[in-house]
């Protein structure tokens, strides 16, 4: 019996379609039979009861989290992710290497945590995979009613709440709630409400309970989009952010920035920094 070539693996992650919460559950569930070393747990639970996924791949003493759409309307970043999954995976069956590093060595030495999609009722949503006739549905109308200038559901970015979970964390979180509410979010809202306190939503609780269990070195937070990768928070700057930073740049071609200062709140990457003081990064992914 000959051994597996690279033209016997099928694809497993569709890149050409509008990905829900329903096809990425059935796509780990595919990985972790063609890749049995995975490790896939529920990391926790939307509003609307979702288990929320996370898939750890390696078995090394550093730690490092990469997560995905914790905004609604930036899914793609979920089929960001779980294909890079998939092609880790195969390149670790084939013994190849990642930017000149083996993929074996990485898997042996690193631990990588990845949550695909943090925000599943939202990308639901937006990829119309909810119901328009549903009670669910008429929850979003309900609160997009207020603000016409968002485009329904495309623009929508919050949870089923109406809450923003990318302002969700306490790093200076009344300075962005005072931000936001001068804009007009002073309720729940499709993007940019706050909520009513730090940590108040289970899904940004589930993240910040996530790292805590956890000894991450390094996090990745993925949004889309401008080709950017944000680094800092305030006056912050953790030991070799800025030096892993400009490799992240180098490798992608993605500038390195600093975070405007009317979305340099409450952010995860802002919290994650703040209180570890280690690099945390946000990557804007895609062209504008």
């Given at each position: 019996?000959?051994?597996?070539?690279?033209?016997?693996?099928?694809?497993?992650?569709?890149?050409?379609?509008?990905?829900?919460?329903?096809?990425?559950?059935?796509?780990?569930?595919?990985?972790?039979?063609?890749?049995?070393?995975?490790?896939?747990?529920?990391?926790?639970?939307?509003?609307?009861?979702?288990?929320?996924?996370?898939?750890?791949?390696?078995?090394?003493?550093?730690?490092?989290?990469?997560?995905?759409?914790?905004?609604?309307?930036?899914?793609?970043?979920?089929?960001?992710?779980?294909?890079?999954?998939?092609?880790?995976?195969?390149?670790?069956?084939?013994?190849?290497?990642?930017?000149?590093?083996?993929?074996?060595?990485?898997?042996?030495?690193?631990?990588?945590?990845?949550?695909?999609?943090?925000?599943?009722?939202?990308?639901?949503?937006?990829?119309?995979?909810?119901?328009?006739?549903?009670?669910?549905?008429?929850?979003?109308?309900?609160?997009a009613y207020k603000f016409s200038n968002i485009p329904f559901p495309n623009g929508w970015k919050a949870n089923f709440n109406g809450v923003?979970?990318?302002?969700?964390?306490?790093?200076?979180?009344?300075?962005?709630?005072?931000?936001?509410?001068?804009?007009?979010?002073?309720?729940?809202?499709?993007?940019?409400?706050?909520?009513e306190g730090p940590l108040t939503q289970p899904e940004a609780f589930m993240l910040y309970d996530f790292t805590l269990a956890h000894n991450?070195?390094?996090?990745?937070?993925?949004?889309?989009?401008?080709?950017?990768?944000?680094?800092?928070?305030?006056?912050?700057?953790?030991?070799?952010?800025?030096?892993?930073?400009?490799?992240?740049?180098?490798?992608?071609?993605?500038?390195?920035?600093?975070?405007?200062?009317?979305?340099?709140?409450?952010?995860?990457?802002?919290?994650?920094?703040?209180?570890?003081?280690?690099?945390?990064?946000?990557?804007?992914?895609?062209?504008?």
């Amino acid at each position: 019996m000959r051994e597996n070539s690279k033209e016997d693996i099928i694809q497993i992650v569709p890149t050409n379609r509008k990905y829900h919460y329903d096809l990425m559950q059935q796509n780990i569930r595919e990985l972790k039979r063609a890749y049995p070393f995975l490790e896939i747990k529920t990391a926790g639970y939307s509003v609307l009861g979702k288990p929320i996924p996370y898939i750890k791949i390696g078995n090394g003493e550093k730690q490092v989290l990469y997560h995905a759409s914790i905004h609604a309307n930036e899914w793609i970043t979920s089929v960001l992710l779980m294909k890079f999954i998939e092609n880790f995976c195969k390149a670790y069956i084939f013994n190849q290497t990642l930017q000149g590093y083996s993929v074996r060595e990485l898997f042996k030495n690193i631990s990588l945590y990845i949550i695909p999609m943090v925000n599943p009722d939202g990308v639901d949503l937006v990829t119309g995979n909810v119901d328009p006739k549903s009670k669910i549905y008429q929850n979003y109308v309900d609160i997009a009613y207020k603000f016409s200038n968002i485009p329904f559901p495309n623009g929508w970015k919050a949870n089923f709440n109406g809450v923003d979970l990318n302002l969700q964390f306490p790093a200076e979180w009344k300075s962005a709630k005072k931000i936001k509410f001068a804009q007009g979010f002073t309720t729940p809202a499709p993007r940019d409400f706050v909520g009513e306190g730090p940590l108040t939503q289970p899904e940004a609780f589930m993240l910040y309970d996530f790292t805590l269990a956890h000894n991450f070195s390094l996090t990745i937070s993925y949004h889309t989009q401008g080709q950017e990768i944000y680094w800092d928070f305030q006056n912050i700057n953790p030991p070799r952010g800025y030096e892993i930073g400009q490799k992240f740049s180098k490798l992608s071609g993605y500038s390195l920035e600093e975070v405007p200062y009317n979305s340099s709140f409450a952010g995860y990457k802002d919290w994650y920094i703040q209180d570890y003081n280690r690099p945390g990064y946000t990557i804007e992914a895609g062209i504008r």
